[in-house]
T-cell receptor, first 111, second 115 residues
Framework: DQQVKQNSPSLSVQEGRISILNCDYT??????FLWYKKYPAEGPTFLIS?????DKNEDGRFTVFLNKSAKHLSLHIVPSQPGDSAVYFC??????????FGAGTTVTVRA | DTEVTQTPKHLVMGMTNKKSLKCEQH?????MYWYKQKAKKPPELMFV???????INESVPSRFSPECPNSSLLNLHLHALQPEDSALYLC??????????????FGNGTRLTVT
């Protein structure tokens, strides 16, 4: 049973515009959330994280928002750049060593 | 360049073969992980080593045998695999667990094909 869901398998956005990726979860015990980025033929790379005690975390062009009551988080990338084209995974943890991953969203940034 | 190194990058093996996947990190991380990823699916946790001791086995079949010779090395020994075991095998490490300020760092994976 998938506890972390990314319902949009793909997203296409024009360069310079905002990319918004969404993620929903079902386990209310999750207390730490992360986003990973993956290029073809490479492993996932850590992008940004947020603890459940916060509702927003920002790092440069990347901002993650957490809505605990809705069990929803989102990743905003602004402005989007061609190098942002990749697969983005949402992940969540309620345990010291276990991460549950979503299925991923493929982002394509158009020039 | 990734700080977690996995070898080989690609591996083709028959169902009767014995092979090993290797992973190395020099970041001083105390936890190391094996994940399996099938196409269009999320990574699935297989094993976790914490301080060189196996702490989590996610009910993985015994044809997969992990080994942690020291804090920097992690192996995955493969024997009598099935074609459905073909996947990308990812190694990862973290400072401690998966909490704040301790994200997983992944290697580039080994693409395994079982014929």
């Amino acid at each position: 049973d998938q506890q972390v869901k990314q319902n949009s398998p793909s997203l296409s956005v024009q360069e310079g515009r905002i990319s918004i990726l969404n993620c929903d979860y079902t386990n209310s015990m999750f207390d730490y959330f992360l986003w990973y980025k993956k290029y073809p033929a490479e492993g996932p790379t850590f992008l940004i994280s947020i603890s459940s005690i916060k509702d927003k975390n920002e790092d440069g062009r990347f901002t993650v928002f957490l809505n605990k009551s809705a069990k929803h988080l989102s990743l905003h990338i602004v402005p989007s750049q061609p190098g942002d084209s990749a697969v983005y995974f949402c992940a969540a943890s309620d345990d010291d060593y276990k991460l549950s991953f979503g299925a991923g969203t493929t982002v394509t940034v158009r020039a | 360049d990734t700080e977690v190194t996995q070898t080989p990058k690609h591996l083709v093996m028959g169902m009767t073969n014995k092979k090993s996947l290797k992973c190395e990190q020099h970041m001083g991380h105390r936890a190391m992980y094996w994940y399996k990823q099938k196409a269009k699916k999320p990574p699935e946790l297989m094993f976790v080593y914490s301080y060189e001791k196996l702490s989590i086995n996610e009910s993985v079949p015994s044809r997969f045998s992990p080994e942690c010779p020291n804090s920097s090395l992690l192996n995955l020994h493969l024997h009598a695999l099935q074609p459905e075991d073909s996947a990308l095998y990812l190694c990862a490490s973290s400072q401690g667990g998966t909490g704040p300020d301790s994200p997983l760092h992944f290697g580039n994976g080994t693409r395994l094909t079982v014929t």
